[in-house]
């Protein structure tokens, strides 16, 4: 009788050691469930603060572009100075900042007036062949020439191969076959589908440059002088060399200069003898892109869009809109 009570007496220890245990454990599990609820509620609402400071970036930035009313655009003006309104935001809220960045759309090579209806346009197509073939991109003639054929291949309506580039009969033979657009791109990354255009061109490298930095789909097709970058300087015409990017450059930073013909360039020295096309080239723009990335804590986002501002009538236009 008392090995019975002892061996009751086991059990019954070993049955509360267990429920000890279970207790233990969902004691345990019930807070790591409310510490995760309080980390996600806690990031959710750092996330929607997220979204309003990178917002409050993006409208201070077409405030500044609202203010310009100049009849040309320069980087000497207030909107190209986005990091001066970037360097106060954290002023402006209790925690987190934004970074804000404007880039003149118009200052880049608008990639679908490559084409005029199903023919090339050949002055596009001779800056688009300048710019790529720079040391910058690692390409040979060769490889210039084809990739602005497939350029033109995709974007014409016809299905007709221009020289080495590619319509249906090559995308159709890929592993994973698609069509050819034989329309304008309605996004720059649709480079990426297009034969020739490899990962490493579009992104770069340490050694090369990416081009979706330097081409756009938007705008008329003119390129404005005073904001486009170096390398589209140096190919805008074969003659101008490096020499002569740099003193450009230098004389559209002197605020002091007149910017508002594009026949500025031949006040340069060294480039009286220089003619660049002038239905390339303008001095004013309409189309801006705008980035602000809100910061908070070790949490960022990122808010961006396309504007088309339109001066005389002070209207302005979102194209494009994106949340990161």
């Known amino acids: 009788m008392k090995t019975i009570f002892l061996n009751n007496r086991g059990v019954a220890l070993i049955i509360v050691i267990l429920m000890i245990s279970v207790i233990i454990a969902i004691t345990l599990q ?15 609402s750092n996330g929607i603060k997220l979204v309003y400071i990178a917002k409050s970036g993006f409208y201070g930035g077409k405030a500044l572009l609202n203010e310009d009313t100049n009849d040309f655009d320069s980087l000497n003006e207030d909107w190209a100075k986005a990091e001066l309104l970037s360097a106060g935001s954290g002023t402006l809220f209790d925690e987190g900042y934004f970074k804000l960045t404007i880039v003149d759309e118009s200052g880049k090579i608008q990639i679908n007036k490559l084409v005029d209806g199903n023919e090339y346009n050949e002055d596009i197509k001779e800056l688009l062949i300048r710019f790529l073939s720079l040391a910058e991109f690692d390409l040979d003639e060769q490889e ?6 497939a350029i033109k291949d995709w974007i014409d309506e016809d299905n007709e191969v221009t020289g080495f580039g590619a319509e249906n009969i090559y995308y159709d033979g890929l592993n994973k076959p698609y069509s050819c657009k034989n329309g304008p791109l309605d996004c720059i990354d649709e480079l990426l589908m297009i034969k020739g255009i490899t ?3 579009y992104f770069g490298t340490d050694k090369i440059s990416s081009i979706t930095n330097y081409l756009t789909i938007y705008g008329d097709g003119k390129i404005n002088i005073n904001t486009a970058t170096k390398l589209i300087l140096s190919a805008l015409a074969s003659e101008i060399t ?5 003193d450009m450059d230098e004389f559209r930073k002197n605020e002091e200069n007149n910017l508002s013909e594009s026949t500025w ?3 340069v020295p ?5 003619t660049i096309d002038s239905g390339l080239i303008s001095t004013s723009s309409s189309i801006f ?3 602000s990335t809100g910061y908070l804590n070790d949490m960022r986002k990122k808010v961006s869009g396309i504007i088309d501002r339109n001066v005389a009538g002070r209207t302005m236009k979102m194209l494009s809109w994106r949340v990161d």
């Open 30 to 44: 019930l807070n790591i469930s409310s510490r995760s609820e309080i980390y996600e509620a806690s990031n959710l």
């Open 144 to 149: 210039v020439r084809d990739i602005v054929d």
């Open 199 to 201: 990962r490493k061109l």
């Open 242 to 246: 490096e020499e002569m990017v740099s």
């Open 265 to 267: 360039y031949k006040n």
């Open 270 to 274: 060294g480039m009286a003898g220089i």
């Open 289 to 291: 892109k705008i980035t």
